[in-house]
């Protein structure tokens, strides 16, 4: 099989290459998206057919990218990479469009960020494999028509909401990444440790995993990090001792949470009252971007239910609340009376 060329811009740099598993077959969990795939993979082998667009979303960290570049190398084609935060005008995907070789997968990451000229420039390159190029200006203007060869398209994205109706409409195939279980993340830690070389018991592998807000890249991040206070200030092998006091040492606490986790709780608690407060005011009172807190912060603390969303904005739940130690000053499920 051919290794698949991969040309990627700046945006994309790929700091998780050394675990990144090669092949949809190396992939721990998302089982059922998997199969999928590797149907849908097998048939457009089998068929010596182009594969139909992909698009998949999910919060950061849970294997879009993984999909995305394992995906091509299963098919044996070449793969391009770009990102939806540099592509800004349709001129500037058209290099990518007229080097597609027949067969061979796109990948654009941050779909989300395309601008909608450039959203509408895709159209029919997905849709007929044509683009039209428009050429000069006012009387002189004239479209030419250009014939692409078959191509797959893959597209990332935290927040499929984000985009326009139509585009969806043009992946055949959408996978929705989700959270993975303390199980799958431990399989993920204990590969990742060989993979490093290290030594690690079991039992320290699982706490890892445990303190790893489900999601694959914080748990090799956390193994690195446990791998590096070891070697600093112990003989190397990781014990559950060592990992609680490497990862203590970070202020990562025992469901996984960060200090910017944690901050943003306490903004909601002790600003806001516990909520329902707009994600905007939250973001704006702890300076920091609403994208960084929609999409890395809030996905995690609404799945294990600290937080929940209601029309009214975000409210801490009475879990939430525990988890700070404190106890429920606005219980969640008691409306505070304007009168009383
Ligand atoms: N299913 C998986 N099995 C094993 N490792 C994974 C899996 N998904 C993600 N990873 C690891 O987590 C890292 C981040 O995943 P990535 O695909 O870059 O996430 P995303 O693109 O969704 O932000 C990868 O480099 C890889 O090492
Ligand atoms: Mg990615």
């Known amino acids: 099989m051919r290794e698949p060329v991969l040309r990627s811009t700046p945006a994309t740099n790929d700091d998780d290459r050394d675990l990144r598993p090669q092949h949809m077959r190396d992939m721990v969990g998302q089982r059922d998206v998997y199969a999928r795939l590797e149907i849908a993979v097998d048939s457009a082998r089998k068929r010596g057919d182009t594969l139909g667009h992909i698009l998949f979303d999910g919060p950061p960290g849970l294997g879009k990218t993984t999909f995305a570049t394992c995906i091509p190398r299963d098919l044996g084609v070449a793969c391009q990479i770009a990102s ?11 290099p990518y469009l007229t080097n597609a070789e027949e067969g061979s997968v796109l990948f654009i ?26 050429l000069g200006d006012g009387v002189n203007a004239r479209t030419i028509n250009m014939t692409l060869r078959p191509f797959t398209l893959i597209g990332a994205t935290t927040r499929a909401g984000l985009l326009s109706a139509p585009l969806r409409d043009r992946f055949q195939i959408r996978e929705h990444l989700d959270f ?30 445990s303190r790893s807000r489900g999601t694959p890249r914080l748990a090799n991040n956390r193994l690195r990090w446990v791998r590096d ?23 990562i606490d ?3 949470l960060d200090g910017q986790d944690r901050k943003y709780l306490e903004t909601i608690v002790r600003v806001f009252h516990g909520g329902p407060v707009g994600v905007e005011a939250v973001a704006h ?23 929940i ?7 801490v739940t009475a879990a939430g609340y525990d988890h700070l130690g404190l106890a429920p000053e606005n219980p969640p499920d008691t409306q505070r009376s304007l009168f009383g």
Do not use: C, W
């Open 84 to 94: 939806g935060a540099v592509l800004q005008a349709p001129k500037d995907l058209i």
């Open 309 to 315: 969303r209601t029309p009214r904005g975000r409210k």
């Open 229 to 251: 206070y070891v070697t600093s200030k112990a003989d190397g092998k990781v014990t559950l001792e060592l990992a609680h006091a490497a990862l203590d040492m970070q202020a």
């Open 109 to 134: 990451d941050e779909i989300h960020r395309l601008p909608k000229a450039v959203e509408e420039f895709l159209y029919p390159a997905m849709e007929d494999f044509r683009i039209d190029i428009l």
């Open 254 to 256: 025992r469901l996984g």
């Open 180 to 209: 993975y279980s303390v199980e799958e993340l431990t399989e993920i830690v204990s590969r990742s440790a060989r993979k490093l070389q290290m030594k690690i018991d079991a039992d320290a592998a699982r706490e890892i995993a």
């Open 285 to 307: 009172t702890m300076n920091l971007a609403i994208d960084t807190l929609s999409d890395e912060v809030e996905p995690y603390l609404l799945r294990s239910g600290l937080v």
